[in-house]
């Protein structure tokens, strides 16, 4: 008896409130997580970091705060990022992440509106259990429904380009823990290649070059600074140098020294070769008449990594082919789930195939 009033409570429930539901899209980063709201856009841009208490397992932060108690923390205090390489890698910790995001958007909606629809833009390399850690994760956070979509095509759908029609679109999607790469026609992915190397390996390659050639041992966070100010792909006219600040490894006291771009450069090339020979693949397996479509338009770059100064030429001269940059790449993965949700109808054969799980209304 109990089981047919729930049942007769939601369909009366989803009749009269369904449509009024927060429907909500999730970039789910590596580096950042990003949420939009059907109806009010982009409403969260915050770092992936929860900060916890070993002691007592109590979270204490999430997003911008944790974020802050990076490399700053006492021993009993770790801030973690849990995911890894674009995947779960603490299902606790994400789902608890997930919950935090997602009753953030909730509080601004009225009580009675039912638990939102949510889709997760995932990388396009994920196995079939790690797609399921992330559904359950989002149904176990609040969701009322759980849909998942490769990042390569909720970013060319980002972009506005036409993924539905039998035209070929080529995306490169630079995050933080990966890099995807990606040709789409008919509303699927014809060829593809997700890399575990991206933005967060580019901060180590920095971090590698300075203890190897300086003898000066930085954090992340100070790589990060380096890399966003006088990173390159390609020679630059300007010549820049920054100051970077970190500890002697031979004498152990506080030491810094001058960089130049030519030497970020320098320590960035190793990655930045790997994802250029990797899109040099991806054209090679790509179907020849798909190919003339991507000569027209170019392969359209997205993803905070692409910001790299000098990126696009690098991959224009090792390629061939027109490079460009879309517009606001940093959120462009987020955009495109927006914009599946909001025509879910006609665009539902983008999503991902998943067992589908559904929580009741409220």
């Known amino acids: 008896m ?18 009024l539901s927060n429907d909500v899209g999730i970039d789910l980063g590596t580096a950042n997580t990003l949420v939009y709201v059907n109806g009010k856009g982009i409403v969260i841009n915050e770092p992936s970091v929860v900060a916890i208490n070993k002691k007592t397992g109590q979270i204490l932060a999430i997003g911008k705060e944790a974020k802050k108690m990076v490399g700053k923390t006492p021993g009993h205090i770790v801030a973690i990022r849990p995911l890894v390489d674009g995947v779960v890698s603490d299902y606790e910790t994400t789902q608890q992440m997930l919950r935090y995001f997602i009753n953030k958007v909730r509080k601004k ?33 609040g969701a009322r429904e759980a849909y998942l979509i490769d990042e390569p095509m909720a970013a060319a759908i980002g972009a506005r380009l036409p993924v539905i029609n039998a035209t070929g679109n080529m995306i490169v999607d630079i995050g933080g823990g990966t890099s995807e790469i990606a040709v789409i026609s008919l509303g699927g992915v014809v060829v593809s290649r997700s890399l575990r190397i991206a933005g967060d390996e580019m901060n180590e390659d920095i971090v590698r070059y300075c203890r190897d050639k300086f003898n000066l041992l930085i954090g992340e966070r100070t790589a990060e600074e380096v890399k966003i100010r006088i990173g390159s792909a390609y020679p630059q006219e300007k010549k820049e140098r920054i100051v970077i600040r970190g500890r002697d ?12 771009n030519e030497e970020i450069e320098e320590a960035l090339s190793r990655s930045i070769r790997i994802i250029v020979n990797n899109i040099r693949t991806i054209i090679e397996e790509t179907p020849p008449e798909l190919i003339a479509d991507i000569m027209q338009q170019g392969i359209i770059l ?18 061939g082919m027109p490079v460009r940059m879309m517009e ?9 789930t927006g914009i599946v949700l909001n025509d879910l109808e006609h665009l539902k054969d983008v999503l991902l195939e998943t067992d589908k799980i559904e929580k009741p209304l409220h």
């Open 328 to 336: 606001d790449p940093l959120t462009a993965v987020v955009r495109g």
């Open 2 to 19: 109990m089981n047919k009033y729930k049942q007769w409570k939601n369909k009366i429930t989803g009749k009269f409130f369904g449509n």
């Open 109 to 141: 909606s009225f009580a009675l509106l039912p638990r939102p629809r949510v889709l997760v833009g995932i990388p396009s390399g994920v196995t079939e259990v790690e797609r399921r850690a992330v559904i359950e994760a989002t149904i176990n956070a």
């Open 302 to 319: 997205a993803g905070g990594g692409s910001l790299i100064r000098g990126l696009d030429k690098l991959i224009a001269n090792q390629t």
């Open 249 to 260: 490894l031979v004498s152990g006291l506080p030491k810094e020294i001058k960089a130049n």
